[in-house]
């Protein structure tokens, strides 16, 4: 039994094509300089000559195999991208090889090329600078490998595996990493110590050792308002109050915490005598003679108050180096608060009253005038004009009743044939009598004058008079009922200040609460820390970029 012959088999490469110069991966001595460590490059002997474009073309033609070294570039190659290199240490190698003068044809082969020649791609000085500097002793090595006489005595060689020399650079890697680990962590540790730790530790020990104690008397108070008056109700005195609206609320708080709140304080128990001893510690304690401004700036931190609108309810908490002190000035500000409260609406309520009162003193003015002249008409007249004028009307109607009976009797006399004439005669003398008196009736009532006025227009005068005097008692109803409505609406507009909870001297110090300002402080020394580290590693980062 015959088999076919085995052929080898081997690596063949394609040349560049002709009139290209060849890649350097084709040229370059793998192997011949190992991967540099540290910052100082040592540079290796030249490279092998490359071959020129005829032979490339003449060694693709023969389908030439692939050198050694050609095949240990490749390698190295691989090896450096399993390095797991960023884009941007490539494009750096990229611009150090070509600043030495090197043509990579990849990044990668940049990379190789740069350790080939001797040159570390990722030194910073690389950058900045063309040539690396040597030294007379690293100039005179030689680091290719020489050939021993055959007759000189073999030493044991010194040379390792490309296996055991990667592990042993990797190693020395490893240690220079965790080298400058440790010293970035000590550094970090150092800045933490200065700019965290130590301002923690001052602020806890003036919390803990030097602040002085604080007294806080807190109170709660509320503003409440008549919903009744006893002008409209006769149950009005009694009925139930209701809140304030919430600008009374915050006009009282705006003034408690306002400068007149601070000065009327100071000037009646003394509020800078009080944080002018020089028992507080100086960060607390207000210098001697200050000024109202560095007064008012105590003031405010140590006077806090706060309205709720959903309860009504205004809360205030002052702070004081002495408890019955602080329990004095709480009292001294519900005093001042409901003060103001009762004068909120103090002008709006005397004016409307004043309105009305002036108001009703007029209607009750013009009421008496109309009054007074009705009189003095009934005065002057000495009889009603009217009950005169209704007594004349009266006997002007039985007049001409007893009229038209005569005439009647008349014309039943002049029906007959013979009429008795002196009956006739008697009764046109009646007949006449009677339109002779309703004449003179008439003439009296209409002629009848007192003065210069006739008994008409005195009845008339009269009318006037009384319907003036009707009037002005409209409108002293009417001004009467605006005098009760300006009265309760006065009595509604009252302001009641009611204190829910009495201010009490506290026998426990409130302040400082010194692991709560510990802890806030550290946290907010660590957040400047930061904000200041990230901006330093952003700028550093722009500029090496």
């Not at 000590?186 to 001052?202: E, H, K, W, Y």
């Not at 005598?273 to 000024?291: N, W």
């Amino acid at each position: 039994m015959t088999t076919n012959p085995k052929a080898r088999k081997s690596r063949t490469k394609r040349g560049p094509p002709p009139g290209q110069p060849p890649a350097p991966a084709e040229t370059a001595q793998a192997g011949t300089a190992p991967r540099p460590t540290g910052p100082r490059a040592v540079p290796d002997p030249a490279p092998p000559a490359r071959p020129t474009p005829q032979e490339a073309a003449q060694s693709l033609r023969e389908g030439e195999v692939a050198s050694p070294e050609q095949v240990a570039g490749e390698q190295d190659i691989d090896a450096i991208r399993r390095e797991g290199l960023t884009g941007r240490q490539l494009r750096m190698a990229r611009r150090v090889a070509q600043k030495h003068g090197l043509a990579p044809t990849s990044d990668f082969d940049a990379v190789r090329l740069l350790r080939a020649q001797g040159i570390d791609p990722f030194q910073r000085s690389n950058m900045l600078e063309l040539v690396v500097p040597q030294t007379q002793g690293e100039a005179g090595r030689v680091q290719l490998p020489q050939t021993v006489p055959a007759g000189s005595t073999r030493l044991p060689s010194t040379e390792v595996s490309p296996a055991e020399r990667r592990a042993r650079e990797i190693t020395e890697i490893q240690r220079d990493i965790s080298r400058r680990r440790r010293r970035r962590l000590g550094l970090l540790m150092v800045r933490l110590a200065f700019f965290v730790l130590l301002p923690t530790f001052a602020a806890g020990y003036y919390f803990y050792r030097i602040a002085t104690p604080m007294y806080a008397t807190t109170s709660q108070f509320l503003i409440i308002q008549n919903e009744g008056s006893a002008g409209a109700s006769p149950f009005g005195g009694i009925l139930p109050t209701q809140f304030a609206n919430s600008a009374d609320s915050i006009a009282t708080q705006a003034f408690l915490q306002s400068k007149d709140a601070m000065l009327r304080l100071d000037q009646d128990v003394g509020f800078k005598d009080h944080f002018s001893d020089p028992a507080i510690d100086p960060i607390q304690r207000l210098e001697p003679g200050a000024s109202n401004e560095a007064a008012y700036g105590i003031y405010e931190k140590n006077v806090k108050i706060g309205y709720d609108p959903t309860e009504g309810v205004i809360r205030m908490e002052v702070i004081a180096a002495d408890p019955e002190t602080s329990a004095e000035f709480s009292r001294r500000l519900l005093d001042y608060a409901e003060e103001r409260v009762n004068n909120l609406s103090r002008q709006k309520r005397e004016d409307g009253m004043r309105d009305a009162r002036e108001g009703f003193e007029q209607a009750q003015q013009k009421r008496r005038d109309a009054q007074e002249a009705l009189i003095r008409l009934q005065v002057t007249n000495g009889v009603d004009p009217e009950a005169e004028i209704a007594a004349i009307r009266a006997q002007i109607s039985n007049y001409e009743t007893l009229l038209i009976e005569k005439e009647l009797e008349l014309a039943a006399l002049l029906d007959n044939a013979r009429p008795n004439r002196a009956k006739v005669e008697g009764a046109r003398g009646d007949v006449r009598r009677l339109e002779d008196q309703i004449a003179k009736l008439n003439e009296k009532m209409q002629s009848s004058t007192v003065g210069d006025n006739s008994l008409a227009e005195r009845a008339v005068t009269l009318q006037l008079a009384q319907a003036d005097l009707a009037a002005a008692d409209m409108v002293l109803q009417a001004a009467q009922t605006a005098m009760d409505q300006a009265r309760t609406e006065a009595g509604r507009q009252v302001r009641y200040l009611t204190v829910a909870v009495e201010p009490v001297a506290p026998d426990q110090a409130t302040y400082p609460k010194a692991f709560e300002n510990t802890v806030l402080a550290f946290l907010i020394f660590a957040g400047i820390y930061l904000m200041l580290s990230l901006t330093a590693s952003i700028l550093r980062e722009q500029v090496s970029s």
